[in-house]
């Protein structure tokens, strides 16, 4: 736990990136059937948000954390939309996906690590071959984002929703602790959020 709460100070301090690599591990024809069907709808996205107030409150409070990484707003809130619908489509708490992309790729769009890990989500290429198509960009936002929360997913289902574990295996880590603890700290810290209550007449 030390060691995760160091790289988080490093991480505050530096704005630098820890990506990791995805390892290529066989799937079983009906789970790469699913992933594939999960990347490839092409249906044009609706809103996540449970009713437009939802929508505000959370775009304004995340904008303004994430303003100094983004300066631009109009990116910021295309960036902000995606992520919420893209984490909340696949089952994940949007908090959570902006913790990892924090530690990832520290919000850098065209971030490539050593191992040739890509974008927002450090998304490793070998994946568009196994369930993707060959035209998928892993650059492009939502492409990235679909991507990475369809992996992280498919990690969680395979650990039984041991969060811990399938963040090592997003990394390729597993085993260690630095980058699970890395990424729950930046997430319990910087991008915890509570709905706000509705205001009384």
């Not at 107030?53 to 295309?78: D, H, K, T, Y």
């Not at 991507?147 to 650990?159: D, F």
């Not at 085993?175 to 603890?181: F, K, L, M, S, V």
């Amino acid at each position: 736990m030390k060691q995760g709460f160091i790289l988080l100070a490093l991480l505050l301090v530096s704005g630098s990136a820890c990506a990791g690599a995805q390892k290529y591990e066989p799937l079983a024809a009906s789970v790469q059937a699913a992933l594939h069907a999960a990347v490839s709808d092409r249906r044009p996205p609706g809103s996540s948000f449970r009713n437009p107030l939802e929508a505000v409150n959370w775009l304004e409070e995340m904008s303004g954390r994430l303003a100094r990484r983004m300066p631009n707003q109009e990116n910021r809130l295309e960036f902000l939309r995606a992520v919420h619908y893209e984490a909340t489509r696949a089952g994940l708490d949007p908090q959570l996906v902006l913790g990892l992309i924090q530690v990832e790729s520290g919000f850098k769009k065209y971030a490539v690590s050593s191992a040739g890990a890509r974008g927002y989500m450090q998304v490793m290429p070998f994946w568009v071959k196994l369930i993707g198509g060959r035209s998928d960009n892993l650059f492009h936002l939502r492409m990235n984002l679909r991507y990475g929360c369809t992996i992280l997913k498919h990690y969680l289902e395979i650990e039984k929703g041991d969060l811990f574990r399938a963040l090592g295996r997003y990394n390729g880590s597993l085993g260690r602790a630095e980058y699970p603890d890395a990424v729950r700290a930046v997430w319990e810290k910087q991008w915890h959020y509570s709905p706000r209550s509705a205001l009384k007449p």
